[in-house]
């Protein structure tokens, strides 16, 4: 690659190249990372609804969010009627609050959900359906809290017939404490509708943690760095 061509493949920023009918033609490491939340189709009409009227570049400010990803603007451009392109720019994708290197012993994670999930399912007729992948190890976590931010998420749902909790990981995504770099996992609540009164709860519960919530219409998801026991000895 040239010179020209790196500095777009590793910009901060993510970069996509659609063709006419809304393909993906290239795009850079940044932008891969998005699309592992956000669909196509969606940056594609993002791309077309801000395109300028006439062949150039446009750039506008607006504010954007997929997951934990969010955008203060973009700039749409084409040449032609072939291809059209889009570079989104980012926020910090963490607040500084919610930065803080977790404490506390080394947990399992299902463990813990399904304790949640047992106590959430007394005296209620609901369908609690489990997508666990169980090559996530125990991680370094403070229990207690993170049982009460899990039973405050059901508790935004316990309206439904059918709850789904899924845990993953997310790939090629990290965040850096004390100059090391932690993969992240991510515990995801879904269900039909979600119970605003307790959703306001659950952001003010989430405030005083360093827990990361994200919120997306009727799915809530924390996502958590991948700190073991081992990890932490390797960096003293």
Not at 67 to 80: A, E, K, N, Q
Not at 143 to 157: D, E
């Amino acid at each position: 690659m040239t010179l020209e061509q790196q500095w777009l493949e590793y910009d901060f920023n993510p970069f996509i190249l659609f063709s006419q009918d809304g393909k993906v033609r290239s795009l850079n490491s940044e932008a891969q990372f998005l699309l592992g939340v956000a669909t196509p189709k969606e940056i594609f009409e993002l791309a077309t609804t801000h395109a300028p009227l006439t062949y150039g570049f446009k750039t506008i400010f607006l504010e954007v969010e997929f997951g934990r990803h969010r955008f203060f603007g973009i700039t749409v451009g084409y040449i032609d009627e072939e291809e059209i392109g889009i570079k989104l720019y980012r926020f910090p994708t963490l607040a500084k609050n919610n930065i803080q290197k977790p404490e506390g012993e080394p947990t399992n994670i299902f463990t813990v959900i399904d304790l949640c999930i047992s106590s959430n399912s007394i005296g209620r007729s609901i369908e609690f359906v489990k997508d666990f992948d169980p090559t996530i190890p125990d991680v370094i976590i403070d229990s207690n809290q993170l049982v009460k931010l899990l039973n405050q998420m059901y508790k935004c749902f316990l309206h439904n017939n059918k709850i789904a909790t899924r845990v993953y990981y997310r790939v090629g995504e990290y965040i850096k404490y004390d100059e090391k770099k932690y993969s992240l996992f991510s515990i995801e609540i879904v269900a039909d509708t979600i119970d605003k009164e307790a959703l306001g709860e659950l952001k003010e519960y989430v405030d005083s943690t360093c827990f990361y919530l994200d919120i997306k219409e009727n799915k809530l998801t924390i996502n958590l760095p991948i700190i073991t026991k081992s990890s932490l000895k390797a960096s003293e």
